[in-house]
């Protein structure tokens, strides 16, 4: 089975800075790609950006270009999303999902299914 463990949300200032990691299980994780999507309350499901499973290369959307990066560490298994600058309008439940195809901007989260996470809480708020 395909899972998907994210960690490392809470909540910070506006202006702060979070790492949430994403690790990975029951899968060749070097032959997917890895998204972030967030979802806040009564909102659908969005994506962050992407990062390859092979070159490495990224994706954003603009809304946090310049302030998110995407890595990977294929040796342990595990993406990560560095978010710098939060904004309260950043509050929202994070989701990791694994894809060999693409990854669309809107797409239905299905937290602690095979590809998914379970969603971590990042909450930016003075």
């Known amino acids: 089975q395909a899972q998907l463990v994210e960690s490392g949300g809470g909540l910070v200032q506006p202006g702060g800075s979070l790492r949430l990691s994403c690790a990975a299980s029951g899968f060749t994780f070097s032959s997917y790609a890895m998204g972030w999507y967030r979802q806040a309350p009564g909102k659908e499901c969005e994506l962050v950006g992407y990062?390859?499973?092979?070159?490495?290369?990224?994706q954003y959307v603009d809304s946090v270009k310049g302030r998110f990066t995407i890595s990977r560490d294929n040796a342990k298994n595990t993406a990560y999303l560095q978010m710098n600058s939060l904004k309260p309008e950043d509050t929202a439940v994070y989701y990791c999902?694994?894809?060999?195809?693409?990854?669309?901007?809107?797409?239905?989260?299905?937290?602690?299914?095979?590809?998914w996470g379970q969603g971590t809480q990042v909450t930016v708020s003075s």
């Open positions: 999902n694994a894809d060999a195809g693409v990854f669309p901007l809107f797409r239905k989260c299905v937290p602690m299914s095979d590809y």
């Open positions: 990062i390859s499973s092979t070159t490495g290369s990224t």
